[in-house]
């Protein structure tokens, strides 16, 4: 177990570090904002567990390997920089095609235009379940491929466990409460953005976020293209 005291230390530090812009940050700010509230929350979710696995990780020895290792260290980095590479690209494509779209309110072909509400609602709920699906898919991926966390979670934990006791359990305890701060701060975040969202409803505002967004991607990419192993 943690002492208090190494957890009054811990608990705030660990806040700054999730509440930090990142591209976690950005991503779920983009979902909340283009996509609504519960895609959001579903992305904060994604981030959530990707804290889980690489505090998994780093518990099992995993992560100081890869740390250890400049050819699996790159392999990471650069996999992590081609996954937001390609994120902003689809962003920038999404925002070109905003001010194409049209919402139409025809019936789906091949639908009868007699069918009961029932019927009507089913594709609607599984389009929202690949919707939330891929948010979280989303929020997953952009967490777990980022190198700098393997280096948090080797550096930063470490700081706060007690080295005769077991180690496996410290893991788990500080993970699990960088998770959950995950979730307390990401959660209402995309909440928040959720309902703002109807403000900005407008294709030219939802072209101008694509774009923004898919900059900001690219450009945590190119970052971590460039950012030396050290």
Not at 41 to 63: E, F, N, P, R, W
Not at 193 to 221: D, M, N, P, Y
């Amino acid at each position: 177990m943690i002492s208090l005291e190494n957890l009054l230390l811990f608990v705030p530090l660990a806040a700054i570090l999730v509440v930090l812009p990142g591209p976690d940050f950005a991503l779920i700010t983009k979902i909340s904002l283009l996509d609504g509230r519960p895609q959001g929350q579903a992305a904060a979710c994604g981030v959530a567990l990707g804290i889980v696995i690489h505090t998994s990780a780093a518990m099992l020895g995993i992560s100081a390997i890869i740390a250890q290792s400049v050819f699996l260290f790159s392999v990471l980095k650069y996999i992590g920089a081609v996954y937001l590479f390609w994120l902003g690209v689809q962003t920038l494509r999404q925002g070109r095609a905003v001010g194409q779209a049209v919402v139409s309110t025809a019936p789906l072909p091949g639908r009868d235009a007699e069918e009961s509400p029932e019927e009507a609602a089913r594709p609607v709920s599984r389009a929202t379940r690949i919707m939330l699906w891929r948010a979280f898919k989303q929020g997953l991926l952009t967490n777990i491929l980022n190198p700098k966390a393997v280096l948090i979670f080797l550096t930063f934990l470490p700081q706060f466990m007690n080295p005769h006791m077991p180690l496996a359990p410290q893991f788990l305890e500080l993970g699990g409460i960088m998770s959950a701060l995950c979730l307390c701060w990401y959660v209402p975040l995309a909440y928040m953005l959720g309902h703002v969202r109807k403000a900005f409803e407008s294709s030219r505002f939802q072209q101008w976020l694509q774009r923004c967004t898919g900059v900001v991607f690219i450009a945590f990419g190119l970052k971590l293209v460039a950012a030396r192993n050290d």
